[in-house]
């Protein structure tokens, strides 16, 4: 009796394993299904194009994912989050004059787009425009105050229009020099 009993327990046992064992591998396809994206040359639907570059961007496909957004503005050509997500990726792409371009555009469709002024001022930065960087940091800070990092590239971009003006008086104050020199005297 008792031999029957340990039986029929394994039984039970093996048959609840197996049972946990389907309903895990279950589960946890469903939860890698949600990730999946169509890999197919043509998305059409707006939303499954902006999973699709989400997904693509997080995986360092910069170049997929910009494809999916210029794909996604043919469906909504105003929307400026397009334009800024876009800029943030050409900026990944180290395309600096794109993600400008890109981040105009948004501030364009969006004029109180602070955090578009941010971007493109960070932007403006990197191409060593520092009155245009400034500029677009009073901008950002001045539509919303708790832009505390816009104070403070504004503050970078101050330094290095500072460090300018010195090299451009040092090169006149070369160039004067030169000319304070007899001429014809060899030294």
């Not at 996604?72 to 800024?84: D, G, M």
């Amino acid at each position: 009796m008792e031999i029957i009993i340990l039986q029929i327990f394994g039984t039970v046992l093996l048959l609840a394993g197996i049972f946990l064992l389907v309903y895990w591998l279950k589960r946890k396809q469903k939860f890698l299904n949600q990730f999946k994206y169509n890999k197919g040359p043509e998305i059409d639907d707006f939303e499954e194009l902006l999973s699709s570059s989400f997904y693509k961007s997080y995986n360092k496909d910069y170049n997929g994912a910009v494809d999916d957004i210029n794909k996604a503005l043919k469906i909504k050509p105003h929307f400026e989050r397009l334009y800024f997500q876009r800029g943030k990726l050409k900026e990944e792409l180290k395309d600096f004059e794109g993600a400008r371009t890109d981040y105009t555009k948004a501030i364009l469709l969006k004029e109180n787009y602070d955090v578009a002024y941010l971007n493109r001022g960070l932007v403006k930065l990197k191409q060593k425009d520092y009155n245009g960087a400034k500029r677009d940091f009073s901008k950002a800070q001045q539509l919303n105050s708790n832009l505390k990092e816009a104070n403070f590239f504004k503050q970078e971009a101050e330094i290095n229009i500072t460090k300018l003006n010195n090299e451009e008086k040092k090169t006149i104050n070369l160039v004067d020099m030169d000319s304070l020199l007899p001429k014809g005297k060899a030294q």
